[in-house]
Nanobody, 122 residues
Framework: QFELVESGGGLVQPGGSLRLSCAASGFTLAYYHVSWFRQAPGKEREGISCIGTRGRSPKYADSVKGRFTISRVNHENTVYLQMNSLKPEDTAVYYC???????????????WGKGTLVTVSS
């Protein structure tokens, strides 16, 4: 069974950091482009970062550029999202997704995780 599982979410104060993990089981994540999306209450799911199979030239949404870093450790079958300088507007459910095509678009994803909640609040 192919599965993606996110972890690492939680409650953090503004200015704090979290590292999210996206672990794959049942397939080799190294062969897939991986993206992180988030969905805040009442808003559409938005793509915030994606990384290719070789980990070069990752992409970021303007809202997180300079604060978030995506990385992958293929022998761990895991992709990470390091989130620094968190703001209240970063509060959302964060999802990882994998695509067998070189795309970061939501419609191009083959597999989705169930999400992990990040709450930024004092």
């Amino acid at each position: 069974q192919f599965e993606l599982v996110e972890s690492g979410g939680g409650l953090v104060q503004p200015g704090g950091s979290l590292r999210l993990s996206c672990a794959a089981s049942g397939f080799t994540l190294a062969y897939y482009h991986v993206s992180w999306f988030r969905q805040a209450p009442g808003k559409e799911r938005e793509g915030i970062s994606c990384i290719g199979t070789r980990g070069r030239s990752p992409k970021y949404a303007d809202s997180v550029k300079g604060r978030f870093t995506i990385s992958r450790v293929n022998h761990e079958n895991t992709v990470y999202l390091q989130m620094n300088s968190l703001k209240p507007e970063d509060t959302a459910v964060y999802y990882c997704a994998a695509s067998s095509s070189p795309t970061c678009e939501r419609d191009g994803m083959n597999y989705w995780g169930k999400g992990t909640l990040v709450t930024v609040s004092s």
